[in-house]
């Protein structure tokens, strides 16, 4: 290995080998570090805790930027870009989420893998206390929904639910009401 000042390029660089500027490993210019010298390998950055190692770094084979979890570029990713999509998760069979980490609530989105739905939720596990679920079926299910506020075209409209009916309201008149008996206006 070597570090050297590449003179020609005015670039410091780190390699392997003894010839400044050949099989670079990571250069610095005055804007910018570059890691790899467009070979057709994986370059990465790992980073070695204590339980878990986590890794960040260019997929050559699939031309892709992964971060996932262990030190083997393009396995257990976690987040995976390309030239035009973000993927979350590796196709395993996990729970994948983002989860929006509040002052005093927390909120997620994410994929409940044991159900195959789409869920938004309150708190930070997938599958507890959701809200709204896209199922396989494209069914989209509120749960436990109390009201639901919608604008018409400048109208308001709320939806009351209670555990054995609906009720609809338009403008502050009910117009809609369903329940084990039946649909009512």
């Known amino acids: ?6 003179d020609s390029a005015d670039n410091l660089v780190i390699g ?37 190692d986590f890794y960040m770094g260019l997929d050559d084979s699939a031309d892709k930027l992964v971060i996932g979890v262990g030190s083997t570029v393009g396995t257990n990713s976690i987040l995976t870009l390309d030239n035009d999509s973000l993927t979350i998760g590796d196709a ?4 994948t989420k983002v989860v929006f980490d509040g002052n005093a609530q927390d909120f997620y989105v994410g994929l409940d893998d044991s159900e195959d739905d789409l869920v938004i939720g309150v708190g930070s596990a997938v599958g507890t206390t959701p809200a ?8 989209v299910i509120m749960t ?24 609809v309201v338009a403008g502050g008149t009910a117009s809609l009401f369903v329940s084990d008996a039946g649909i009512g206006v």
Do not use: P, R
């Not at 109390?146 to 109208?155: P, Q, S, V």
């Open 1 to 6: 290995f070597y570090m050297g000042l590449d």
């Open 16 to 52: 392997v080998g003894s010839t400044v500027g050949t099989n670079s490993i990571l250069t610095l210019d005055n804007d910018s570090l570059t890691i790899g010298d467009a070979a057709a390998v994986d370059t990465k950055i790992v980073y070695d805790g204590n339980a878990v």
């Open 92 to 95: 395993s069979a996990v729970d």
């Open 132 to 139: 709204i679920s896209v199922t396989e079926d494209q069914d």
């Open 144 to 167: 436990a929904a109390k009201k639901l506020y919608l604008d018409g075209g400048g109208n308001s409209y709320i939806h009351e639910a209670s555990a054995d009916s609906v009720q």
